[in-house]
């Protein structure tokens, strides 16, 4: 590596940025090559690698040093509204209640349960106890403190856990690098003691079989895809654990939970264009996978198994089917399990909810007395029930949706029991704290349902949500498609053209950027920014059409309809346009790569987190983690030359140009497994290459951390108030409003 070392002459006050050494490799394809000068810093491995992105960090460190009181502003504001010792409101499981506490000064969460009662009154059983901030209860107990288990270790995160339906054994998994693979570990709960049985690199989620007996789990292969369903037998070795089912094509997702009625073991495979679930009955003795629809029929479903009871009372099996048969923006059906056997095209199926090309229908599922259906209609995420009794029939009930008073919010279904009488939502918008409410299910006597407010999140600091303004905005697309717009400001900000703004976007995998409460963004909006969230074509706002249009070989529509957010933004009178920043991350981030070389001149500033802006040359590679997965998002270039070659037109790496390019910031982590450190690392030395400008490009790289960086929340913190000073600092944005700010 040839690196100029850091000045420290007082009179040069400009660090010169490390230049890695050029060692040209050839990537050969459809009778094209591309000579890539840094491959070689893909080896992580090596010294020379870890040196030179450690002389990234101490350069972004000696460029962005002057902005460290600025950070440390945020990072205040931030702790300052967050009232650090909280608790979640309890869910119920069975017989207890679990809920998680934090701790002031405490990085990581504490999972803890007391005992439920079961007195006949099915709603006050299904109350929440009164728990209090940092104040035990009577017989609570604790599961996982994540404090202790990250005591001495670089990284802490859990990727699922499990509670036997007897309460005993707690199952957790945990990861302790960054890199997205877990240790098992089971606990019980009666003694406090850890059972012998530990299982090495799993996967995220794990599930009990209702006996206890059994635990499932999901292994990766290789290229970090989940591929494999075993099943661990408690008191025997790990080697003798089964293989349940292994998924051999390279470009299906494999993930395993049990039915709401915990009679089945639900394994869904798939992709975003088609997908096959496979079921194992529990009770049966042969113990057989059982296919719902072959993936062979390219039908994109997901299937629950359930009893209907009928109008004479009698239980029979159906499956519940979300599905996009003759159905874009897919819908709700059933089927008698006897109809799968048949081929598709004669398989008669009971409409439950019907299509829509104004409706998204997301997901359905179970309890024993109600239907679940999450639904996007207008942009906004929301949940309808329908009762069970007459399910498929003309007696079938007209849906039932929990009404609220925001335009813009977001309401999902935040957990469920099948036999409880309330279902758990949660619910947010841009300047509404996240509630959690329990929705009472319609009853004849209740017709309309009741929502029950558990708990609003409290913010600290003398936050008004009536300080700022959140609206819908639509900007015009090139060719004429309207693009929807979220437009946050303090409500002290002026419509003179004076203000700096920033646009954030993501614009993939049928994603949609919901509205949802921010604390660490009340920063930036008491500094005067106006935060737009462009909700661009690529995600899922606006249905499956929306998405279809801005992947494979629409995939531009994505990044022109950023630009063309901006453009609003900057004609909207709101702002001065040389005073736009633009953020996203992970394919947001290839997004912002896009942008820095269609526009460099529209923005003063980029900052681009965990960036995939070398997707062609991870996506040749199907060896790389989770590339075969990503052909159904960008197209197959190893097989198409078609794609290969529209995907080399837009690469934010093979693009860079002679051209000012703004301040950038690319951020990254060492050990993702998702979008490998690489990709920023190579973009950023061809970018100072190729810039005529002489605004500084940056690399900011977290050592210990993964895809979502640090794992403890003070560490978060301090990175979302670092990328947030950089751009506040970059628009001149520095000073708080007139009366802004903590209380």
């Given at each position: 590596?040839?690196?100029?070392?850091?000045?420290?002459?007082?009179?040069?006050?400009?660090?010169?940025?490390?230049?890695?050494?050029?060692?040209?490799?050839?990537?050969?394809?459809?009778?094209?090559?591309?000579?890539?000068?840094?491959?070689?810093?893909?080896?992580?491995?090596?010294?020379?690698?870890?040196?030179?992105?450690?002389?990234?960090?101490?350069?972004?460190?000696?460029?962005?040093?002057?902005?460290?009181?600025?950070?440390?502003?945020?990072?205040?504001?931030?702790?300052?509204?967050?009232?650090?010792?909280?608790?979640?409101?309890?869910?119920?499981?069975?017989?207890?209640?679990?809920?998680?506490?934090?701790?002031?000064?405490?990085?990581?969460?504490?999972?803890c349960?007391?005992?439920?009662?079961?007195?006949?009154?099915?709603?006050?059983?299904?109350?929440?106890?009164?728990?209090?901030?940092?104040?035990?209860?009577?017989?609570?107990?604790?599961?996982?403190?994540g404090?202790?288990?990250?005591?001495?270790?670089?990284?802490?995160?859990?990727?699922?856990?499990?509670?036997?339906?007897?309460?005993?054994?707690?199952?957790?998994?945990?990861?302790?690098?960054?890199?997205?693979?877990?240790?098992?570990?089971i606990?019980?709960?009666?003694?406090?003691?850890?059972?012998?049985?530990?299982?090495?690199?799993?996967?995220?989620?794990?599930?009990?079989?209702?006996d206890?007996?059994?635990?499932?789990?999901?292994?990766?292969?290789?290229?970090?895809?989940?591929?494999?369903?075993?099943?661990?037998t408690?008191?025997?070795?790990?080697?003798?654990?089964?293989?349940?089912?292994?998924?051999?094509?390279?470009?299906?997702?494999?993930?395993?939970?049990?039915?709401?009625?915990?009679?089945?073991?639900?394994?869904?495979?798939?992709?975003?264009?088609?997908?096959?679930?496979?079921?194992?009955?529990?009770?049966?003795?042969?113990?057989?996978?059982?296919?719902?629809?072959?993936?062979?029929?390219?039908?994109?479903?997901?299937?629950?198994?359930?009893?209907?009871?009928?109008?004479?009372?009698?239980?029979?099996?159906?499956?519940?089917?979300?599905?996009?048969?003759?159905?874009?923006?897919?819908?709700?059906?059933?089927?008698?399990?006897?109809?799968?056997?048949?081929?598709?095209?004669?398989?008669?199926?009971?409409?439950?909810?019907?299509?829509s090309?104004?409706?998204?229908?997301?997901g359905?599922?179970?309890?024993?007395?109600?239907?679940?259906?999450?639904?996007?209609?207008?942009?906004?995420?929301?949940?309808?029930?329908?009762?069970?009794?007459?399910?498929?029939?003309?007696?079938?009930?007209?849906?039932?949706?929990?009404?609220?008073?925001?335009e813009?919010?977001?309401?999902?279904?935040?957990?469920?029991?099948?036999?409880?009488?309330?279902?758990?939502?949660?619910?947010?918008?841009?300047?509404?704290?996240?509630?959690?409410?329990?929705?009472?299910?319609?009853?004849?006597?209740?017709?309309?349902?009741?929502?029950?407010?558990?708990k609003?999140?409290?913010?600290?600091?003398?936050?008004?949500?009536?300080?700022?303004?959140?609206?819908?905005?639509?900007?015009?697309?090139?060719?004429?498609?309207?693009?929807?717009?979220?437009?946050?400001?303090?409500?002290a900000?002026?419509?003179?053209?004076?203000?700096?703004?920033?646009?954030?976007?993501?614009?993939?995998y049928?994603?949609?950027?919901?509205?949802?409460?921010?604390?660490?963004r009340?920063?930036?909006?008491?500094?005067?920014?106006?935060?737009?969230?462009?909700?661009?074509?690529?995600?899922?706002?606006?249905?499956?059409?929306?998405?279809?249009?801005?992947?494979?070989?629409?995939?531009?529509?994505t990044?022109?309809?950023?630009?063309d957010?901006?453009?609003?933004?900057?004609?909207?009178?709101?702002?001065?346009?040389?005073?736009?920043?633009?953020?996203?991350?992970?394919?947001?981030?290839?997004?912002?790569?896009?942008?820095?070389?269609?526009?460099?001149?529209?923005?003063?500033?980029?900052?681009?987190q965990?960036?995939?802006?070398?997707?062609?040359?991870?996506?040749?590679?199907?060896?790389?983690?989770?590339?075969?997965?990503?052909?159904e998002?960008?197209?197959?270039?190893?097989?198409?030359?078609?794609?290969?070659?529209?995907?080399?037109?837009?690469?934010?790496?093979?693009?860079?140009?002679?051209?000012?390019?703004?301040?950038?910031?690319?951020v990254?982590?060492?050990?993702?497994?998702?979008?490998?450190?690489?990709?920023?690392?190579?973009?950023?030395?061809?970018?100072?290459?190729?810039?005529t400008?002489?605004?500084?490009?940056?690399?900011?790289?977290?050592?210990?951390?993964?895809?979502?960086?640090?794992?403890?929340r003070?560490?978060?913190?301090?990175?979302?108030?670092?990328?947030?000073?950089?751009?506040?600092?970059?628009?001149?944005a520095?000073?708080?409003?007139?009366?802004?700010?903590?209380?």
């Amino acid at each position: 590596m040839t690196q100029t070392p850091l000045q420290d002459s007082a009179a040069t006050a400009v660090p010169t940025p490390p230049a890695a050494k050029k060692i040209p490799s050839e990537r050969l394809h459809h009778g094209d090559t591309f000579v890539d000068n840094y491959e070689w810093l893909r080896d992580k491995e090596s010294a020379e690698v870890v040196a030179h992105l450690k002389a990234e960090n101490a350069y972004q460190e000696a460029v962005t040093a002057h902005q460290e009181p600025l950070r440390e502003a945020i990072f205040q504001e931030i702790k300052g509204r967050t009232q650090e010792t909280d608790l979640s409101v309890p869910h119920r499981k069975d017989g207890w209640w679990y809920f998680s506490r934090s701790a002031e000064g405490k990085e990581y969460g504490i999972q803890c349960r007391v005992r439920a009662a079961d007195t006949g009154d099915k709603i006050a059983d299904w109350t929440p106890p009164a728990v209090q901030p940092g104040v035990g209860i009577p017989g609570e107990e604790v599961l996982l403190d994540g404090n202790t288990e990250a005591e001495g270790k670089p990284f802490f995160s859990v990727g699922g856990s499990a509670v036997t339906v007897d309460g005993n054994l707690y199952a957790y998994a945990v990861d302790n690098s960054g890199d997205e693979r877990f240790t098992l570990r089971i606990k019980d709960l009666r003694t406090g003691e850890l059972l012998p049985d530990v299982i090495e690199n799993i996967f995220y989620g794990v599930a009990f079989s209702p006996d206890g007996t059994r635990i499932f789990y999901t292994v990766v292969d290789d290229s970090w895809r989940p591929y494999q369903v075993k099943a661990h037998t408690l008191g025997t070795p790990v080697a003798e654990d089964v293989v349940i089912y292994q998924e051999d094509d390279a470009a299906m997702w494999l993930g395993v939970e049990l039915s709401s009625d915990r009679r089945y073991l639900v394994l869904g495979i798939g992709c975003s264009e088609y997908s096959e679930t496979r079921l194992l009955r529990f009770d049966d003795p042969a113990q057989e996978l059982t296919t719902v629809i072959s993936r062979n029929d390219r039908v994109l479903y997901e299937a629950e198994p359930f009893l209907l009871t009928g109008p004479d009372g009698t239980a029979s099996e159906r499956i519940l089917l979300t599905h996009n048969r003759g159905a874009i923006n897919s819908m709700v059906s059933l089927a008698d399990p006897a109809e799968l056997a048949r081929p598709l095209s004669e398989q008669d199926w009971v409409t439950v909810v019907g299509h829509s090309d104004d409706v998204r229908v997301n997901g359905a599922g179970v309890t024993s007395t109600h239907l679940i259906v999450s639904i996007r209609k207008d942009t906004i995420e929301r949940v309808q029930v329908i009762g069970l009794h007459g399910l498929g029939t003309p007696a079938q009930e007209a849906p039932v949706e929990p009404a609220f008073d925001e335009e813009l919010y977001t309401a999902g279904v935040g957990g469920s029991d099948y036999e409880a009488p309330v279902i758990r939502l949660g619910y947010t918008s841009y300047f509404t704290p996240s509630r959690i409410y329990d929705f009472v299910l319609p009853t004849p006597e209740v017709p309309a349902g009741e929502l029950l407010l558990r708990k609003e999140s409290p913010v600290l600091g003398g936050y008004d949500g009536n300080d700022y303004v959140a609206t819908r905005e639509w900007a015009t697309a090139s060719d004429g498609t309207r693009i929807p717009l979220s437009v946050l400001r303090h409500k002290a900000v002026k419509q003179d053209s004076t203000a700096a703004g920033l646009v954030y976007g993501y614009g993939s995998y049928e994603m949609s950027m919901d509205p949802g409460f921010g604390i660490a963004r009340l920063s930036l909006l008491d500094r005067g920014v106006v935060f737009v969230i462009a909700h661009i074509r690529g995600g899922g706002e606006l249905g499956r059409h929306w998405y279809e249009n801005g992947k494979k070989l629409t995939k531009k529509n994505t990044f022109t309809d950023f630009v063309d957010a901006t453009d609003w933004l900057a004609a909207s009178g709101w702002v001065d346009p040389a005073r736009i920043a633009a953020l996203g991350g992970s394919a947001g981030g290839l997004l912002m790569g896009a942008v820095a070389n269609m526009a460099p001149e529209k923005y003063a500033a980029i900052v681009a987190q965990v960036p995939f802006v070398d997707p062609l040359t991870s996506i040749l590679d199907p060896e790389l983690p989770l590339s075969a997965l990503e052909w159904e998002e960008w197209g197959n270039p190893i097989t198409d030359p078609g794609v290969y070659e529209y995907m080399k037109s837009y690469s934010p790496y093979e693009n860079v140009r002679p051209a000012a390019y703004p301040k950038i910031a690319a951020v990254t982590s060492f050990n993702d497994t998702r979008v490998l450190y690489v990709e920023p690392a190579k973009w950023v030395q061809e970018l100072r290459n190729k810039t005529t400008g002489t605004e500084p490009i940056v690399m900011k790289i977290e050592m210990d951390g993964g895809h979502g960086g640090a794992s403890g929340r003070y560490v978060q913190w301090r990175e979302r108030a670092w990328d947030y000073a950089f751009i506040a600092d970059s628009l001149g944005a520095t000073e708080l409003l007139p009366g802004a700010g903590l209380k």
